[in-house]
């Protein structure tokens, strides 16, 4: 796991009283936490050994000697990297009023390069490379997503399209479920939501993993319904608030995840994508003059 200092940050939201006493622990001196004992962090936190083991299992390792590795690896690279072991993030990005124009592009673009620090740090190279060897070997690719993430899931459709994989997407939701009762074992469903509680979208998980199928589940960090369904969690940083205004950042984030797996895709088998790449671009090329004419004649 990287940066697992960043991840309990994102984690904390959706942590238990007990789980967040732990967490402020660590997050207080990261540095005094390499050298506690477990039942040091237990009666720091008031908690108990077990409770700090299960803290450590939600985070996917398999216990407190695991933990300090990942902590002593996090905080080393930090010293080394001048970087700020304690980083926070404002956890909700919304619109303000009566701002300047000008107040309102330095505001978008600091915060999506905060975002996409953040998103940098939470991604696990294995976990991309895995889903790209699932996204390779899979029968027939099935991806969902609404709203927001439906545009997410449009692209990644258009990519592996690209890519002469065989992928399926619709933006209605009914045939989103009806395509996810057709799935068996060999396929996979890449299921896309922001919130990972889109009841929709958990009923399409739902389906997807009765009839066999893998499932890979883009969501923010945190034990959301989705990825206690997922065989592959890719996380997205936790930037907005749920109720929000419009899905700026996690909509930036899933679509970087997209990108990161097309271009692990092309890259690792460039030999077998090449000439597919090719004739889809000649055949793109081929109608836009035509595209252009048209639209200028409506003019």
């Not at 940066?3 to 009283?17: D, E």
């Not at 450590?56 to 970087?83: I, M, P, T, W």
């Not at 890979?216 to 109720?243: F, Q």
């Not at 909509?251 to 077998?272: G, V």
Request: aromatic share 6%; glycine share 6%; hydrophobic share 40%.
């Amino acid at each position: 796991m990287n940066n697992i200092i960043v991840y309990i940050q994102q984690y904390a939201q959706s942590m238990t009283t007990v789980e967040k006493r732990i967490a402020s622990v660590i997050l207080d001196d990261p540095q005094e936490a390499i050298e506690m004992k477990i039942v040091d962090v237990a009666k720091r936190s008031a908690t108990s050994a077990g409770s700090v083991t299960r803290f450590c299992q939600r985070l996917g390792l398999s216990g407190y000697a695991e933990f300090k590795l990942e902590l002593a690896k996090d905080v080393f690279l930090s010293k080394n990297q001048g970087l700020n072991v304690n980083l926070q993030s404002n956890p909700f990005i919304d619109i303000r009023e009566s701002l300047e124009v000008s107040e309102v592009i330095q505001n978008v673009m600091t915060t999506v390069g905060r975002s996409l620090d953040l998103l940098n740090r939470l991604t696990n190279p294995e976990h991309i490379e895995l889903a790209v060897q699932k996204i390779k070997n899979a029968k027939k690719v099935f991806i969902a997503g609404i709203g927001a993430s439906g545009l997410v899931a449009l692209d990644l459709y258009q990519k592996l399209l690209r890519l002469g994989i065989s992928a399926t997407y619709n933006v209605e939701i009914h045939l989103q479920v009806v395509t996810a009762c057709t799935l068996s074992k060999g396929d996979l469903a890449y299921i896309i939501s922001y919130s990972g509680e889109t009841p929709e979208i958990i009923s399409i998980a739902k389906e997807a993993k009765k009839q066999g199928a893998s499932i890979i589940g883009v969501s923010r960090v945190g034990n959301t319904s989705l990825l206690k369904l997922a065989d592959l969690a890719l996380y997205v940083p936790d930037t907005e608030n749920i109720c929000r205004n419009g899905a700026f950042i996690s909509r930036l984030n899933q679509m970087m995840i997209n990108d990161m797996i097309f271009y692990a895709l092309l890259s690792q088998y460039y030999e077998q994508y090449q000439q597919t790449i090719d004739k889809t671009w000649q055949g793109v090329s081929a109608i836009a003059p035509k595209v252009s004419a048209r639209a200028n004649n409506k003019g």
